[in-house]
């Protein structure tokens, strides 16, 4: 009997009443609505003190930062930027005695330093990891690991060679949301896995990248040069600078801005390496404002059947002129179920319809008697609420612990090179399907475009 088919025969015979409910797992022996707490065990031993440096401190550079230095036994003692408006602010925060600079190699040659965020735009993370790595820090660099896909062997290579730790900055990878997610999927909880969809929809200039630019943004005050790293030379343009997601020189569209989570925590929650087939629709709608990328943005993925979970599709999308705005959404679908994932809560819906057919002793009674009775069954419930305990400090949190703890335990981390890589890869190759109008296939063993 195969893995999933034991896993069906086990919920039917839930729906039966065959197994005790003190067998059942947690999962599923429930109220019809029943909202559960995730709990965790909280052993964390904290040693020396791990001194950070930031690089990049902007606006998830600084997330970061506050996040980092709330694991306690860690010090912020040095940013970089390009932008002196960044540097000053850094310092208004953490403390006028931080060492600040332009040249994230000053950062890399100080020997107090043991670890650096890296939250620079996307076309500066595998040279800064890299680079980072080779110097013996450890490195916390924030997704998409890479900003082309021909540039994730060099960090994992780094990483390797180094024995550094090195995590990649998707969050919801260390969420209590993903480990209940990943318990249920395995438990059989939603049956067999078939499809998974995710989506971001957002609706206003901010949510569609149109950040303000700051009125002292100029050649003096902006190390313009050194932001584009190899990309053309141009005249100083403040939008390129401080709306770099908007071109592809350095940023990597909506798939690799957001996609990207939805991977990390599919993969995580699926044990997949990921997708062998990847195709990407959209267009740009509304935000004509001289970007170079889709402002909706649909993909389809095709999961080949593994040892670890079986062949299903995945659909992902970015809405950034949706009415409905400001949600976003990942559920996973099984034929007995499905379960939408947050970080802190994960809601799972089971269906109901297999209880009566499959029922052998019902049709044997429809054989032998005239009159049937059809009395009902004791169901399942049909949602079940998992929501992480009040005070959960959540995912951001965890994530820097998960990493801080590596550093000092030498433990593995949540999400590393060959993670990280594989999470990207379809988000980049997403832009290029795009780009191109075809599919692209990918070999995520071997981390290869195909065709
Ligand atoms: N994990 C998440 O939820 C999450 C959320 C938002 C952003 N991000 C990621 O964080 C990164 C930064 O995004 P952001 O929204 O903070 O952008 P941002 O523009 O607010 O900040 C980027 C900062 O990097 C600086 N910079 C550019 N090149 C640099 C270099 N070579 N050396 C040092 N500093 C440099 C810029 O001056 C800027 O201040 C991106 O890769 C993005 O995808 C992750």
């Known amino acids: 009997m195969s893995k999933h088919s034991s896993r069906r025969k086990f919920i039917q015979k839930l729906s039966t009443g065959v197994i005790g409910a003190a067998l059942l797992p947690e999962a599923l022996n429930a109220s019809t609505v029943k909202t559960e707490k995730i709990n965790r065990s909280k052993s964390r031993s904290v040693n020396d003190t791990l001194q950070i440096a930031l690089i990049g401190a902007g606006g998830m550079g600084m997330a970061d930062a506050n996040t980092a230095i709330t694991v306690p036994g860690v010090k912020l003692v040095a940013a970089c ?56 820090k450890s490195v916390y660099c924030e997704k998409p690991m890479v900003h082309d896909i021909t540039e994730g062997n060099a960090v994992i290579d780094a990483q390797n060679k180094n024995k550094v730790v090195f995590q990649v900055g998707s969050q919801g990878m260390s969420s209590l949301g993903n480990e209940k ?94 997708p062998e087939k990847i195709m990407a629709m959209g267009g740009l ?62 809601t799972l819906t089971r269906n109901k319809a297999y209880a009566a057919t499959d029922d052998p002793l019902l049709s044997t009674k429809l054989k032998d008697q005239k009159y049937v009775y059809e009395r009902k069954h004791m169901v399942p419930p049909d949602t079940t609420v998992f929501k992480a305990e009040d005070g959960y400090k959540g995912a951001h949190y965890d994530h820097f612990n998960n990493f801080f703890t590596a550093i000092r335990e030498k433990k593995t981390v949540a999400e590393d090179a060959l993670f990280g890589y594989r999470a990207a890869a379809p988000a980049l190759l997403c832009n290029d399907s795009y780009f191109a109008d075809k599919a692209v296939k990918w070999d995520p063993v071997k981390l290869k475009v195909v065709s």
């Open 81 to 136: 930027d390009l932008y002196d408006g960044r540097l000053a602010a850094a310092k208004q925060k953490y403390g006028n005695d931080i060492f600040t600079t332009r040249d994230y190699r000053e950062i890399l040659n100080r020997k107090d330093i043991d670890a650096v965020i890296v939250a620079t735009p996307d076309h500066w993370h595998k040279d800064i990891s890299v680079d980072a790595m080779n110097a013996g």
């Open 181 to 274: 997610a990943k318990e249920l999927l395995a438990a059989g909880a939603i049956g067999k896995l078939n499809y998974a969809e995710g989506f971001w929809a957002r609706n206003s200039p901010g949510g569609a990248w149109q950040y303000d630019i700051p009125a002292d943004g100029n050649l003096n005050t902006v190390d313009w040069k050194r932001f584009l790293n190899k990309y053309p030379d141009r005249p100083y343009d403040p939008k390129r600078f401080f709306r770099w997601r908007c071109y592809k020189d350095y940023g990597t569209g909506v798939s690799g801005d957001l996609f990207v989570h939805l991977f990390s925590s599919l993969h995580f929650i699926t044990n997949s390496k990921g």
């Open 285 to 346: 709608r509304y935000w004509k404002d001289g970007r170079e990328v889709p402002d909706i943005l649909m993909g389809m993925f095709d999961y080949a059947e593994t040892p670890e979970h079986p062949d299903f599709n995945l659909s992902l999308r970015v809405n950034f002129v949706d009415g409905t705005a400001d949600s976003t959404y990942l559920r996973l679908v099984g034929n007995e179920g499905s379960m939408n994932v947050e970080w802190d809560k994960v």
